[in-house]
């Protein structure tokens, strides 16, 4: 019998109002009782062959982290991991004895964590920060303890570059003194989470960031470990500054006979400059683009498309692609095309960080270029900065060497640096980055993309048949996995060649999409006849907490017979009162079985309150900054869900 503190952890689910009368019944508990391999026990009592949605959040830092806002508060893994499970932590305000005396709590607990604190600086920041070390007393380490905006920028400098290296007067010639310190760090990071670790309760994966930031631009990923066998050290973009080279050296360090595997998840490619792009610094041939794809389809199954540092889905106005503009493109947009972008500039000489301003104009990248400065909101724009369009170079790229090196699935993240891992309510946001500490702070432009630029960022969900590590590292695996802008929204995406079309009227809804068709981050095979057209089921529950649903959008890119990029946003259910549920099975018409193709689903809710409106209404009216009433920011936000895509390959 399993005990019960391995029973699932049981949502209280009210009675759904549900459009087109769908529903999808809860299955009865498994009787399956294979052991899995890293929790080493019977499956969960809530084992769910048809799956259910679990919430998390994989992208989380803490003290641990050299650019943290935790380091001011004290916040570490474990404590990331309190919160997530519903436990007060400490928060600003910090007192003069430099004390965190504010408390903060998760308005509903998570179902899986990742802590993915730098593993760039895990033994530099211990150098500096422990009393005694060899380093402690250098100019560098006090310079580094004085502020804790100038200490990230000092660190920061390593990785903004193309041949990044540690620092000699802190690490040594060779670096090993700050690889040395670097395994107490990371011994903790894994303890916490291994500790916390609760099959079929909560579930935490050791992880870390990879935080190359060449030109100022973002080139971060997460890594995922799937159990507790892990390398000795986290390979970091100081070890391999390419994300070729990432995969290669974590493959010779993450052994499968161990019991060890990876997974990465790009983030912020709103802000990459085009360096997201496929075949960075890689020989141009087809055998090395194939082998390419080869590991980033193994490895790197998914990425973020929205967080606190904005939203990736799509901008409009990419002259290689065609289709009509999407007005939900700009909700939480850190860049838009055309626009005039002001933004901050930094100059940190002899351990004096000087902070200017500077303005330019979005536009996209020359063909065959990269950008920089896309940290800070600047720089040019590439089809592969935006999930939406990045999909369509992976099936251009499909189309010329076979394989797929931009097939991924969707997830959302906070990316907070405070420790408020999934802390995303619009109303209680307490800000995620150094320098958003109260109202006042949140509501002045920030160094990097942040302050009133930033949001609460959002959630990761998974369809897993139960919550552990091997069902939900497997769950990211085949992309059977969404994202939230915050919301606890329940999407599901089914395509097939006959579904029926009473669907959402079936008791076995679920069951028979699975048995019919593919779900979300799957692929679709050619139909039997040419003259086949595509049904989809699209399904989404609202969150139980939150707004009824108003729309369901399936969007379709595909690559047409002249070769160019195109997007539709297909809005295939709508509800102008709103609805506990939406679900439609919808034929694509327009199919062209010679066309390779796309189609992933959004869920939206009706317009709510943005959350600087609520800081604002914190503020003493005389005090208010001028964002408060300049109508600089909408007041209004649109909150939504995101599906992985299916993906059909033309014949």
């Known amino acids: 019998m399993i005990s019960k503190k391995h029973l699932y952890r049981l949502s209280a689910l009210p009675a759904l109002v549900i459009l087109n009368g769908c529903s999808e019944p809860e299955a009865p508990a498994s009787q399956d009782t294979k052991l899995l391999a890293s929790d080493n026990l019977e ?3 809530r084992f769910d062959e048809n799956r259910t949605a679990l919430f998390g959040d994989l992208h989380i830092h803490t003290s641990y982290s050299f650019d943290a806002a935790a380091n001011s508060t ?25 004390v965190a005396t504010g408390r903060t709590k998760i308005d509903r607990p998570l179902d899986f964590l990742a802590v993915t604190d730098h593993g760039e600086f895990l033994g530099e ?19 580094y303890r004085s502020n804790e905006r100038m200490g990230m920028m000092m660190l920061g400098t390593v990785i903004t570059t193309e041949t990044p290296a540690r620092i000699p007067e802190i690490c040594g010639a060779d670096g090993n003194l700050c690889r040395d310190f670097a395994r107490s760090p990371w011994e ?24 190359g930031t060449p030109g100022t631009s973002n080139y971060h990923r997460n890594v995922i470990f799937r159990n507790d066998a892990v390398p000795a050290l986290p390979v970091s973009y100081i070890d391999a500054p390419i994300d070729s080279k990432l995969w290669s050296a974590l493959d010779a360090v993450c052994d499968s006979a161990d019991g060890c595997d990876y997974l990465t998840i790009p983030h912020n490619s709103n802000l990459a400059n085009g360096r997201m792009a496929p075949y960075m610094q890689l020989e141009d041939t087809d055998a090395a683009k194939i082998g390419y794809a080869k590991s980033r389809l193994k490895r790197e199954p998914i990425m973020e498309i929205f967080q606190h540092k904005g939203g990736s889905e799509c901008i409009n106005g990419l002259s290689s692609v065609f289709g009509a503009p999407d007005e939900l493109c700009d909700v939480e947009a850190v860049r838009r095309m055309g626009e005039s972008k002001t933004y901050a500039t930094r100059d940190l000489s002899k351990s004096q960080l000087t902070v200017g301003q ?13 950008g920089g400065n896309g940290m800070v909101g600047a720089g040019c724009v590439h089809a592969t900065d935006f999930q939406r369009s990045a999909l369509l170079v992976g099936l251009k790229e499909e189309q010329a060497i076979g394989l797929n090196p931009v097939k991924l699935g969707i997830i959302a993240a906070t990316d907070t640096h405070s420790a408020t891992s999934g802390g995303v309510k619009e109303s209680e946001w307490v800000g995620a980055v150094s320098g958003e500490a109260n109202p006042m702070e949140r509501l002045q432009p920030g160094l990097l993309t942040s302050g009133i630029d930033g949001n609460p960022g959002g959630l990761a969900g998974v369809w897993a048949k139960e919550n552990t590590r091997d069902a939900i590292f497997d769950a990211m695996l085949r992309k059977e996995v969404f994202g939230t802008s915050g919301p606890r929204i329940r999407p599901r995406l089914f395509a097939g060649w006959g579904l029926n079309k009473g669907l ?20 679709l095979s050619a139909g039997a006849e040419a003259s086949d057209k595509p049904v989809f089921l699209a399904y989404a529950v609202k969150d139980p907490e939150g707004q009824k649903l108003q729309a369901l959008h399936l969007i379709k890119g595909w690559i047409d017979g002249d070769g160019k990029m195109n997007t539709e946003v297909l809005p295939i259910a709508e509800a102008d009162a709103g609805a506990d549920s939406l679900c439609q099975v919808y034929t694509d018409n327009s199919f062209d079985p010679a066309q390779s193709a796309y189609y992933y689903l959004r869920a939206v809710e009706p317009e ?9 209404a914190a503020i003493a009216e005389a005090d208010r900054p001028e964002v408060c009433t300049n109508g600089a920011y909408p007041d209004t936000i649109r909150e939504m869900a995101w599906t992985s895509p299916i993906w059909y390959q033309g014949q």
């Open 43 to 45: 499956s969960c009592a």
């Open 74 to 98: 004290g916040a570490t893994p474990e404590d990331a991991h309190r919160y997530a499970r519903g436990e007060e932590i400490p928060i600003f305000p910090i007192n003069d004895q430099g």
């Open 125 to 143: 920041r211990a150098l500096c920060r422990t009393e005694g070390s060899p380093v402690y007393s250098t100019e560098f380490c006090a310079g």
């Open 188 to 211: 903790d990071i894994q303890a916490a989470s291994n500790t916390a670790n609760t099959p079929c309760e909560f579930t935490s994966f050791v992880a870390y960031e990879y935080t």
């Open 358 to 370: 500077a303005t330019e104009v979005t536009a996209e990248c020359a063909e065959g270029t990269v």
């Open 504 to 523: 959402c009227e079936a008791n076995d809804m679920v069951a028979q999409a699975y048995t019919n068709g593919v779900p979300m981050g799957a692929d």
């Open 608 to 616: 709510t309150a943005r959350w600087h409106t609520y800081d604002c």
